[in-house]
């Protein structure tokens, strides 16, 4: 007899009533602990409205990974729906499970109320023409998020995009990255062109893994127009591609 016992993510038949659907504002604030933050990458390498969701709050993305690197730029701030939304996201992540990484949080959140962009959308909203507020200033920049788990190598990647006219600058974060070994993020175009968009040492502890948590984030660019990109490959020095993440 079986009754509704302990969540497990690996043998859940109802996708919709996951709860890691409920994880991706405080995945993006980095208040999942390490183990959570890969279940619930692996989670989103399946789940289609965790997707949909991470992509509508990719603007984010490549702020916290800036922030998280200790050179934040407080032009990528999100609208004030969205933060409501993160936050509120958060908190029920903290009231469900107690976690405690709330710096990260606090700083972001600080960064997110304090930026330039939302000062802009306040004071033009108070339009006298009324009923229709828009704030067409607080929308995020276009970065597109794309995201892939791979089982073998246990590496998870996430790459944040954004068109540029001289191209499209890239940000990567990887988890399960064992070290000590030399990796670098390949752009593979539509036509089969590669570009080596960063290159970087992973040391003995690694990036994203038990007893180093910390995932790496790099940042890159490619001279590829972000609708040219076919998929991004992490690969090592040895030729070994620890994943692929597709656009
Ligand atoms: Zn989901």
Redesign the pocket.
């Known amino acids: 007899m079986t009754g509704p016992g302990p969540y497990d993510p690996f043998h859940n038949s109802v ?2 009533a ?1 709860p ?2 409920d994880s ?1 504002g405080a995945y993006l604030l980095g208040v999942l602990d390490d183990a959570d933050a890969t279940r619930f990458e692996f ?2 390498a399946d ?5 949909a ?1 991470l992509d509508s709050l990719s603007g984010l993305g490549p702020l916290l990974a800036e922030y998280a690197a200790g050179v934040a730029d407080p032009m990528a701030s999100p609208s004030p729906d969205l933060l409501e939304r993160l936050m509120r996201e958060v908190s029920e992540e903290r009231a469900r499970k107690r976690r405690k990484r709330f710096v990260l949080v606090a700083a972001a959140a600080a960064l997110i109320i304090g930026g330039p962009v939302i000062a802009a959308s306040v004071s033009s909203s108070g339009s006298p023409s009324g009923s229709g507020s828009t704030v067409s200033a607080a929308t995020p920049s276009a970065a597109a998020v794309a995201r892939a788990a791979d089982v073998a190598s246990g590496a998870v990647a996430v790459v944040s995009m954004v068109d540029k006219g001289w191209g499209t600058d890239v940000s990567l974060t990887l988890r399960g990255a064992k070290g000590p070994q030399k990796c670098y993020l390949v752009a593979v175009s539509k036509d089969g062109e590669q570009e080596t968009v960063s290159t970087w040492s992973v040391p003995a502890a690694g990036y994203g893994v038990p007893g180093h948590p910390d995932p790496l984030v790099v940042e890159g660019g490619t001279g590829f127009a972000r609708k040219d990109i076919a998929h991004f490959e992490v690969r090592t020095s040895t030729g070994t591609t620890l994943v692929t993440v597709d656009t």
Do not use: M, R
């Open positions: 996708p919709s996951s890691y659907c991706v989670h989103l789940c289609d409205a965790c997707g969701e």
